[in-house]
């Protein structure tokens, strides 16, 4: 659309800065590694402006032949185009989050987080199978090596135990590429996403992509990695984790799962809403015994991206685009959560509950931006999370009206566990000395925090200038879905009052 290879450009940015960071002392690689996130963050933002709606539906396309059918493929489409924003958005504030929470190895960090900067952005870029698999599985390893590094004491085991569960999952995935290679004799995921596999076929390849995108998700019950992971990681690590990583698992059901193995898909609804359902509650319960501040918030991240696989499987309009919008919304206010714990982590060195309280008197300006992202977080109209999750519950009873019951539930409790966590942190009296002495946020800490807390509220205020860019691509997929998707309760009501007396006729 403009004669540049802007996608080439976005990845590359990355990949070159951290490149030089590697010879730079600490200051200097913070300063390179800010300022390269904050250009790419331009050129999203620029083909965020560029981007037609209603225009083609893949958009600023490169393809470039490297070897058999391997070949530089990329494009995106509306829905590509926002989770390509928030990785953006989000990893300035990253680095920003590191920059003193980060001592040593500054210049190794910070060419690691710029590496999986790249392959998150080739991710939703790929238009390529085996491209598409080379950036999937190649952002374990920045993430591995951040927690195994940069983490918290068990380390080791959480990064081993991240690794692990997410690679073992993407083996079958990698098998079942294979074979729809073999069988659709192309590598191009726009033209497989219109190919017809068969419907025993479906149902197998739409196993093994739910093994790698159920971990990623996470979905119960290999959700177990996770709070782990999270526990472990350092500070901006967390943020990333839980704001770009997790959405991997959702993009590749709309990407892969609904639209290539769409009568696979709709076989699997009811086991999908199950896991759903147990997931929403029963990690909601979890999160409301917790006492590291981390792990709430992590078991919350399962409950929420729950909503997601609601959404997606109630195969009709209202539940995709809820389910996007909750992407989109999980990202930014789990990602602002795991920074709220990180302030007072960075003054007391502890993440549990039970040493705060009574912060609203001594750090006004962090409770007042705790409780947006906690209303926020529990869905309260007017901010990000309200929008998506009322549109996925609307799917989702459109869909199987048990399954709204159950994602109601999960609201419930999630209310009941953010608002105890916020009234333990800011209210009541200081239980410490130390808790009551710490000092409200830094003007580094208001720069980190202050983006977020607009987009929370912009994105609650008009939702629409999020849900444009991906509606036309959604009804893509739900046309794709057509005759298959699930038809709600209707065929359990009894028929007409006439009907049954002229049949006992």
Known sequence: MTGLPLLTILIAIPLVAGAIVLFLNAS????????????????????????????????????????????????????ALVLLNLTTFLMPICIGASWRAIEKRVPEYMAVFLLMEALMLGVFAAQDLFLFYVFFEGGLIPMYLIIGVWGGVERIKASYKFFLYTLLGSVLMLIAMLYMVATAHTTSIPVLMGYNFSSQAQTWLFLAFLASFAVKLPMWPVHTWLPDAHVQAPTAGSVILAGILLKLGGYGFVRFSLP??????????PLMFVFSGIAVVYTSLVALVQRDMKKLIAYSSVAHMAFVTFGLFAMNR????????????????????FLVVGVIYDRLHTREIAVYGGLSNNMP????????????????PGTSGFIGEFLSLIGTYHA?????????????????????LYWRICFGEARTAEAAAMVDLSTREWWLLAPIALAVLWMGVYPESFIRPIRNDVGRIVARLDGVAPAGDSHLTLPPMHMQMGATH
């Open 28 to 79: 200097g690689a913070r300063w390179v590694a800010l300022i390269a996130t904050l250009i790419d963050l331009g050129v999203s933002a620029y083909l965020w402006l560029l981007y037609d709606p209603n225009g083609a539906q893949w958009q600023f396309t490169e393809f470039h032949p490297i070897a058999g059918n391997f070949s530089w493929a990329l494009g995106i489409d509306g829905i």
């Open 260 to 269: 290539m193995f769409p009568d696979g898909s709709a076989e699997f609804v």
């Open 318 to 337: 209202q539940g995709i685009e809820g389910a996007m919008v909750v992407m989109l919304s999980h990202g930014l206010v789990s990602g602002a959560l």
């Open 365 to 380: 300006g962090y409770a007042l931006l705790f409780m947006l992202f906690t209303m926020a977080s529990v869905g309260l």
């Open 400 to 420: 199987l009206s048990w399954g709204a019951i159950a994602a109601t539930t999960g609201i419930i409790l999630g209310a009941a566990y953010m608002l105890w």
